[in-house]
């Protein structure tokens, strides 16, 4: 029987049988059990004393995930509705930007932009790589005399498992007037990021991946330059008005009742990150990365990305074996859930997320089922070749 995720009756009845379940996809993605138990107490006001404390924490700890001085604003909401508010916040109708496009989730900034009528052009690069940064800056340069208000970037593309070098781009780009905006709701506490020294004007990102909590809420990140930008822009806004969100913030107020249980878990979530320490963080998904990568190759596997990313890896579909039938009995023996391709690689890669609250243990589980269930495939490779090779990784 080939399991259909979207099959609930199946997924309940697998559950059921499996009741560890190990969600290794790249979001939303494993909570940990304190951050579980900070987010089962008493709501309390979001007006009240209490919770204006618990926000200035939360404010606090996320000024140095994100790596800046600047503001931080809190939404409920996905990351998409962080990517809309950044458009909607710092442009106006007929505005020229830059998106570069490196996937699914670089589509995303396309359309968006264009939604709000923005003059977008676009700079495509083959899924599966990372932008060269002087294509930008040639991009750019051919645009002078017609002002260039935005470059939109995805820090790590989840689509298609590679990474943009942010800190080059930011070089770039703060030699014009234009603003720098990235996405990175799953490169944030799982891939180095570091806004004010990278020159990153807007930073989105949201709950449910790297800071390890159910998805609700959104993130963004704003420089000084932005809010100067801010002050020009035009486009409607009304609940994603970050210049009021700003105004709340200076008592730890969000605009709007905000999910509250999940701040109580992004506090939570914020103190184990910091306490493992942030470059720690880094590079527990790196060495992880590198694991699994190591482990995918020695079964006979190949790799969608060229750059990658240190928190997904896109794995091509083995000959004659779909994602759905591949996922379905990873889903049904072991009750590991990988995450189908996106977009224009539906059904041709799986994707093995690898972030936020994960350990070795789940990278040899992953690797150990995948094993099985590829033999059972008839899929030619040397048996246990996949987690020696992830095991010397680990070691070393
Ligand atoms: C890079 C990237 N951008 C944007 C999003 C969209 O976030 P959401 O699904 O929370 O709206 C995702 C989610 O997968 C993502 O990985």
Not at 99 to 111: K, M, Q, S
Not at 218 to 243: C, H, I, Q
Not at 373 to 378: A, I, M, R, S
Request: net charge negative.
């Amino acid at each position: 029987m080939v399991i259909d995720d979207l099959d609930n009756e199946n997924l309940y009845e697998i559950e059921l049988n499996h009741p560890k379940h190990r969600l290794m996809a790249p979001g939303p993605t494993m909570v940990p059990e304190r951050v579980k138990m900070a987010m089962l107490r008493s709501i309390r006001h979001h007006r009240s004393q209490y919770f204006a404390g618990l926000l200035e924490q939360v404010r606090d700890g996320l000024r140095e995930i994100f790596r800046t001085d600047g503001d931080i604003l809190i939404f409920t909401s996905s990351g998409t509705g962080m990517l809309e508010a950044a458009v909607q916040n710092f442009f106006s109708e007929g505005d020229r930007v830059l998106v570069v496009n490196t996937g699914h989730f670089g589509d995303r900034w396309v359309r968006i932009c264009q939604a709000y009528g923005l003059t977008v052009r676009v700079l495509e690069v083959e899924w599966g790589r990372a932008v060269n940064p002087k294509l930008i800056e040639q991009r750019l340069s051919e645009e002078v005399g017609r002002e260039i208000k935005g470059v939109f970037v995805t820090h790590t593309e989840t689509s298609t498992g590679i990474e943009n070098d942010i800190e080059e781009i930011g070089k770039i780009v703060r030699e014009t007037d234009a603003l720098f905006l990235v996405d990175t709701v799953s490169g944030l506490a799982t891939s180095r990021y570091q806004m004010d020294e990278w020159g990153v004007d807007v930073s989105l990102s949201a709950s449910q991946k790297g800071l390890m909590c159910p998805p609700g809420l959104g993130f963004a990140a704003v420089s000084e330059k932005a809010w100067m930008a801010n002050r020009r822009a035009t486009l409607p806004r009304f609940y994603f008005d970050l210049a009021s969100a700003k105004d709340g913030m200076a008592d730890f107020k969000t605009p709007w009742t905000p999910a509250i249980s999940i701040i109580y878990g992004v506090h939570e979530a914020i103190k184990m990150i910091l306490s493992e320490g942030l470059e720690n963080v880094w590079e527990r998904h790196n060495k992880l990365a590198m694991a699994m990568r190591a482990g995918i190759t020695a079964m006979n596997l190949t790799l969608f990305s060229i750059n990658h990313a240190p928190n997904v890896t896109v794995v091509n579909c083995p000959d004659g074996v779909t994602s759905k039938e591949l996922r379905g009995k990873i889903l049904e023996r072991f009750g590991i859930y990988l995450a189908d391709g996106q977009g224009r690689l539906k059904d041709r890669v799986f994707r093995i997320g690898h972030m936020g609250y994960v350990d070795k243990l789940d990278v040899i589980a992953t690797l150990g089922a995948l094993e099985v269930v590829l033999k059972d495939f008839g899929h030619i490779f040397d048996e246990g070749a996949g987690l020696r090779e992830a095991l010397d990784v680990i070691r070393g």
